[in-house]
């Protein structure tokens, strides 16, 4: 039997490569030895045929070639240097995820995922999503591979989380497979036995009802979020009560809203310090105090939404640019209910010309329209207020061009 070489040839394909390491063996014993078809790896060694990931790794493991085939498995006649890098690297995922999974290579995936959630709150989505797809990417195929059971409930975990930054992103592009994503959230945590990940997942799936108006459907995933935690201090619940009295708030429930707001400020002080943060994993006073104005704006109570919204403007960072946007286009809501349509009108106007176009996102028009949508019939002829529909009228592009006129520098 031929020893394969030490080194294998530069640029040798995946065909030349199985080839020299079936050595003498016959393809009917490497077939048996790889469960597949004789037929095909002939078309491998040929090149007429390339092979799946799958066939890659059980004809590696036939002939013992120690990761080689997989790495050589994406790669393509005629790839550039660059392409080739991208299926030795793709090769090579597959080969370390195929290994043991040490606690460390584990904590830095789950540190990676606390990143991504902490970059919800200031990269814009368009620049964010590439990146935490790929990573995504990375953790599917370590799903893919057998670990044992402690290994794998994290590794879920991680999916869970994943799958959920996942919906959030399209949910604020404004991309209606959001809903999808959110169930395979709740399966991959449900899959863990994970309650309090459960409880996030329902949490946050309830924010996305409520912005595309089923108040009831968000009423009863935050209730459900808040009763899977079961008392545990995590961070389900302290989205889930804010959200609850928004909805409240908005169907005219004045007690029931109150009694949201306490349960709200009881998660919220229950909630570790460490998870008190400007996070998707996380839930800070600044959105409290942001969405308690938010139900008292709803309520018609204008001054307590006032002083809520301004305390929250104060808490925000400056990096978190959409949620300050949103606590403007509220306090533009208190402004409307007052009286003063064209002022309002003229806020929000600023706020979106402020904003550049990537982090003017789905859910920012959809609250400027909001507010437009509450000035009385009466008003809308108010030459603030015709501007705003217009403003909200235009194409992504035109908008930009018009912040650049309003700024006088070209900015």
Known sequence: ?????????????FGEA????RGERSLRDVAELASCGKSLISYLEQGIRQPTAQTARALDDALGAGGELVALAGARPGQTPIEQADALQAGLHELLAAGPLADSSLDEIEWTIARHGRATRYRPEGQHFPELLADFQDLRVLLSHRHRPQVRRRLLVAAARMSGLTALTLLKLGDERATSWWRTARTAAASAEDRTTLSWAYAHEAYQLYYTGDLYGALELSVRAQQLAGGLPCVGPALAAPLEARAHARLGDGEATARALEAAQTALGRLPEDEQIGSAFGYSESQLRFHAG??????????????????????YPATERMDRALVELDTAMCTVADGDPATAADQVTRTLVGLQ???????IIYRA????????PGARGVHEVRALREILALPPGEMERTRGDQHGDGR
């Not at 199985?18 to 390491?21: F, S, T, V």
């Not at 938010?294 to 808490?315: C, K, M």
């Not at 176009?357 to 859910?363: F, I, P, V």
């Open 1 to 13: 039997m031929d020893t394969p070489e030490a080194e294998a040839p530069v640029a040798e394909s």
């Open 18 to 21: 199985l080839r020299r390491w």
């Open 294 to 315: 938010n139900a008292l704006t709803h309520l018609g109570q204008t001054g307590r939404a006032r002083e809520e919204l301004s305390r929250a403007a104060e808490l």
């Open 357 to 363: 176009q990537e982090h003017r996102t789905a859910l």
């Open 369 to 376: 329209q909001e507010v437009a949508d509450t000035v009385p």
